[in-house]
């Protein structure tokens, strides 16, 4: 049976950009601060702790310092987003264990992300053709809101689409169901209108399943559902 969406979800990381460039950039001047010499193989022990990180933050397996954690578990502001960021690097580089350190270096790998933001192939001209064919077109992401403007203007997009939402706007990450309060509150609460488009089974087809949402897996890691 055809459907017609009226609303389509994007996530951004390897979904409309190949997130490993930017990484890759980040990752290199952050080691370079710390006089380390980057190599592949910290990439993929990156991988490794942001996969593991975000799944345990999750499964509630995070535990937050409470000088960091104001706004309790369902909020999220920018003092308990650095931290959350921050304990990746932490465990990517386990010698530096001052937390204004690793707040230094979030800072430098988050502004060196920002200088490499390369969209996939043919991305860019598909948003244009759906803004065009009036799809009403909104970010879901779980990244830092700002740097999610930033990627978007990047790569020349950010005309076309409505609003951003974030931990930031919504006070938790994919795939709570609460994330999603705010998008049905503007754009309508019936499910049918929405199609959610990720890279991520749990997080976006995760959130799209949690909310009887339609999803299209935009597969970019090679992940196998089960």
């Not at 104001?70 to 920018?78: E, M, S």
């Amino acid at each position: 049976m055809k459907k017609s969406y009226r609303v389509l979800v994007f996530d951004i990381d390897d979904t409309l950009i190949i997130e490993k460039h930017s990484v890759v950039h980040g990752l290199e001047a952050i080691f370079a601060a710390e006089d380390k010499q980057y190599t592949d193989t910290d990439y993929e022990r990156w991988c490794d702790i942001e996969f593991k990180f975000w799944d345990d933050y999750r499964n509630d397996l995070v535990e937050i310092p409470e000088i960091y954690n104001d706004g309790g578990r369902d909020g999220f502001d920018r003092q308990k987003r650095d931290w959350l960021r921050s304990e990746r690097l932490r465990k990517l580089m386990p010698n530096t264990t001052k937390q204004e350190r690793l707040f230094q270096l979030l800072d430098i790998f988050e502004d060196e992300i920002k200088n490499k933001v390369v969209p996939h192939d043919g991305m860019v001209s598909l948003i244009k053709d759906l803004a065009t064919a009036n799809y009403q077109l909104v970010v879901a992401t779980d990244g830092v809101h700002d740097i999610a403007e930033h990627k978007l203007k990047a790569i020349g997009v950010s005309s076309y689409f409505d609003q951003i939402f974030s931990p930031l706007t919504t006070g938790t990450i994919k795939p709570k169901p609460e994330f999603f309060k705010q998008i049905f509150e503007q754009y309508g609460d019936n499910s049918a209108d929405y199609l959610i488009i990720g890279n991520s089974l749990n997080a976006d087809v995760g959130l799209a399943n949690n909310l009887v949402i339609d999803s299209c897996l935009f597969n970019s890691w090679d992940e196998t559902p089960e």
